[in-house]
């Protein structure tokens, strides 16, 4: 255990505070998914993030990646997006009079990739982002390229627009750790918004923390010690979205581990060393929502996941 | 003693004073159980049933006793799995989750545990073992213990169960008698239909013994005999002999000078009084 990692532990709570400054600074409002944000990059997950147009997605992962020193790249999914377009190709280059084959990366090679609508994008492409998210690395004709760490995928997906679009299948929704949802602002923070962003300068961010600094959060964050007793609540709590009534298909055991991971990145981020049921209970719905399957009959009564998730709460008493 | 793992001496300490506190409530319990098993006995008068059919054998005549500590102890027992022991149930929901969660990952050295096991010994440091037990639930139970050992000591020396006399125990001894009528049914091959139904016992009944008529009343249990109602006096049956010259004389069976007609109840109801 080196001093440094003890120096980042300590200093844990004031990096947060200043990553959140940081953060507020240019975003208005959407606490909520700023937080599971913070969380999914902590805990070392991809995150789906879902709203309307014009919410601030983009500004979000742009601001959290400048925060923290990380490479950013974005990459705007269309039907004709191919799987080389993200993973990059090999290129002939000629040097010298002679020719020489070199691999051009692709925007999957930063440290947060932002695929936005990435529902618009075949699933060929959809799948090219598999190995990169699961494995992380990239596999280019017979040669393994591993991306840098941290690596963290953020994708978005428009809820309305629905034609042309081709909804992700349930392996590789399976594969965000959470599903993070951007709501309207209210008034006051909508009146802010327009403050802020209606002159003629608008707000920066400073880099708060490093890159190593992240690797090392995210390291500690999964040191943070749970219960046994929390971690068959967790497992108590997935298990039950397989045979809960109104859901077709349940949550799998990557859930559990994902509420279990999420819980603790939660826990340190909220400057706590161990976890709490309230972790477990917030992050159960980020986590579960695009992981359970409603049947017909329950979509038809208008039932939502989240309705599920709360119903299986209270249910288990979490 | 600068390890933060010293938690778990603490907790320890914690662990020893709720086991004993836990073994309390079981005797408190099961001495409460056994008082209340004992008061509803002396109530429908069991102890002074076993003391007048047993009084020459200790054990069953205090069986009422002895059973209502039997009780006591296997209710209490049940009681005691049932109940949730959990010690970190003792503590405020934060440091519930805290000291559940650092000793479930006692064996963990990361710097988050240690952290942890930090400020858990902090916070377990300033408790006493003594004041996180819930004294309440002794209270509570020594009240019930001191109301219930009255009322038991009471109903022992009032006259509730004093005037037992045999015809109290009629019901017991109907069901007794109906085991037995069952139990012969069942083993003997098919006899003789006999107009006896219900108990012979605690009811004035009349028995005929040459044309004479005899009231009697018959009592259940061994050797207990049957008091007969003083009537005329009747003529003996046997025929006297003199002095010096004693001599077999041909007797009259008993059973030749019954009506014929009430043979079969008189022989079922000394066959009755026999198994007794």
Redesign the interface.
């Known amino acids: ?1 080196t001093e440094d ?2 120096a980042i ?1 300590g200093r844990a709570p004031d990096i947060f505070q200043r990553l959140r400054q940081e953060i507020d600074r240019v975003m208005v409002g959407q606490t909520v998914a700023i937080e599971q944000l913070m969380v999914a990059i902590l805990a070392g997950g991809h995150a789906l993030l879902e709203s309307n147009p014009g919410l601030a997605k983009t500004l979000l992962v742009k601001t959290a990646a400048r925060t923290m020193g990380l490479g950013y790249s974005r990459i705007q999914c269309t039907p004709d997006l191919m799987p080389a377009d993200i993973t990059g190709t090999t290129i002939i280059e000629e040097t010298d009079g002679s020719k020489k084959f070199r691999f051009e990366p692709g925007p999957v090679f930063a440290n947060i990739v932002l695929a936005d609508e990435i529902n618009r994008a075949s699933p060929k492409t959809q799948s090219a982002l598999l190995e990169a998210m699961q494995e992380r690395q990239v596999t280019v004709g017979n040669r393994t390229y591993l991306l840098d760490r941290p690596f963290f995928i953020l994708a978005t997906q428009n809820p309305i627009e629905m034609e042309g679009t081709f909804p992700l299948p349930e392996a590789q929704l399976d594969r965000f750790l959470l599903k993070i949802f951007m709501e309207y602002p209210s008034f006051e923070e909508e009146l802010a918004i327009l403050e802020r962003y209606s002159g003629r300068e608008e707000p920066t961010v400073e880099r708060t923390v490093s890159k190593e600094e992240v690797i090392a959060l995210q390291g ?1 964050s999964r ?8 971690k068959k609540d967790a497992v108590e709590l997935v298990m039950a979205t397989r045979k809960w009534d109104g859901v077709q298909y349940g949550a799998s055991p990557r859930a559990s581990i994902g509420l279990i991971v999420s819980s603790k990145a939660r826990a ?1 981020l909220m400057g706590r ?5 309230e972790d477990l209970h917030v992050m159960a719905y980020p986590i579960l929502r695009h992981r359970i399957i409603l049947s017909f009959e329950a979509e038809r009564k208008g039932l939502t996941r989240d309705q599920v998730v709360t119903d299986i709460l209270k249910h288990l008493g979490l | 003693m600068d390890s933060p793992y010293e938690f778990l001496v603490y907790l320890k300490k914690i662990k020893v004073a709720h086991h004993r506190f836990e073994i309390l409530i079981w005797i408190l319990n099961g001495i409460i159980i056994s008082l209340l098993v004992y008061a509803f006995a002396l109530y429908i008068g069991l102890p002074a049933f076993t003391r007048f059919y047993w009084q020459d054998f200790l054990p069953l005549a205090v069986s009422p006793a002895i059973l209502s500590v039997l009780i006591g102890i296997i209710a209490a027992s049940l009681l005691r799995r049932r109940r949730s022991s959990d010690l970190f149930g003792l503590f405020d929901p934060e440091l519930r ?2 000291a ?6 006692r064996r ?1 050295r ?4 240690q ?2 096991a930090a ?1 858990v010994r902090a916070n377990l440091a300033k408790i006493r073992p003594s004041r996180v037990l819930d004294w309440r639930q002794v209270k509570i139970r020594m009240a019930l213990l001191v109301l219930l050992g009255g009322a038991t000591t009471i109903l022992a020396y009032s006259q509730i169960s004093a005037d037992i006399t045999p015809s109290d125990f009629q019901s017991i001894a109907d069901l007794r008698d109906r085991a037995l009528d069952i139990f012969a049914n069942q083993t003997a091959e098919k006899k003789v239909e006999v107009n006896l139904s219900g108990n012979i016992y605690g009811k004035p009944s009349l028995a005929v013994l040459n044309e004479e008529k005899l009231e009697i009343v018959l009592y259940p249990g061994m050797a207990a005999g049957s008091r007969a109602k003083a009537t005329e006096p009747t003529e003996r049956l046997f025929k006297p002999s003199p002095p010096g010259d004693a001599s077999a004389v041909p007797a009259e069976l008993y059973i030749e000078s019954l009506p014929p007609q009430n043979k079969e109840i008189i022989k079922k109801y000394f066959e009755n009084l026999a198994k007794g």
């Open positions: 255990m990692l003890k532990y500690l040191d943070i010690p749970v219960s046994l007793e929390l340190f060393n161990y976890v709490s049921k | 989750e805290k559940r969660a650092a000793y479930d990952n963990a990361s710097l988050p545990m952290s942890l400020e």
